[in-house]
């Protein structure tokens, strides 16, 4: 299906607010029915979402508290690319910052808008297999524990809605088809980040 051509006009744009990891955007704009307004976009750098499975088939997820929400979620790893990294090298330093892992292969699955209504954030899902843990790196704000599941109850909890935090979820059933055919010795010797 082709697109249809812009129905927006941005008169003006101007940065409103901006922390280290994120800024905010005020656009004046002409709506499709020649109104003028003003529309706030959060600006942020790409992310990734990993999906871990070890040797042994299990998935790897983090049990992390969010401040945001005041509240403890089931998460699969994940961050914010840094200036001048690619996909990969952001997903393999997560997947090592956050536990420990690395990761025999990584396969790219595919991407999505976080939240195309007010962010222009886009997430990357990888699967990485074969991923062998060690001690994780935390950043000082960030609490969370380690901990594995078989990959039927993983999918299970994303499915019933156990795992909260929306992108994890979508990244473990994005990856449900490829996790159905690995053999749990299917990777065996870890690459670097």
Not at 79 to 102: D, F, K, N, Y
Not at 165 to 179: M, T, V, Y
Request: aromatic residues 8%; hydrophobic residues 40%; charged residues 20%.
């Amino acid at each position: 299906m082709s697109q249809p051509s812009r129905p927006f006009q941005t008169l003006s744009s101007r940065i409103v607010w901006a922390c280290p990891w994120y800024r905010v955007r005020q656009d004046t704009i002409l709506t499709p029915d020649g109104r003028s307004g003003e529309y706030n976009v959060v600006e942020k750098a790409d992310a990734v979402w990993i999906v871990p499975v070890t040797p042994e088939g299990e998935i790897v997820m983090v049990y992390q508290y969010r401040y945001t929400i005041d509240t403890w979620c089931w998460e699969v790893p994940a961050g914010s690319l840094e200036a001048g990294q690619t996909l990969e090298e952001a997903a393999r330093l997560e997947l090592w910052q956050e536990v420990g892992g690395v990761a025999a292969q990584l396969e790219y699955v595919g991407r999505f808008y976080l939240a195309n209504g007010i962010c222009n954030e886009v997430g990357h899902i990888f699967l990485a297999t074969g991923v062998v843990l060690g001690e994780p790196r935390h950043e000082p704000a960030e609490v969370m524990s380690v901990h594995r599941h078989p990959a039927t109850k993983a999918l299970d909890m994303a499915r019933s809605g156990q795992i909260s935090d929306g992108p994890s979820a979508l990244a473990l059933l994005l990856c449900a088809e490829r996790l159905a055919t690995l053999q749990p010795e299917q990777a065996v010797r870890p690459g670097g980040f």
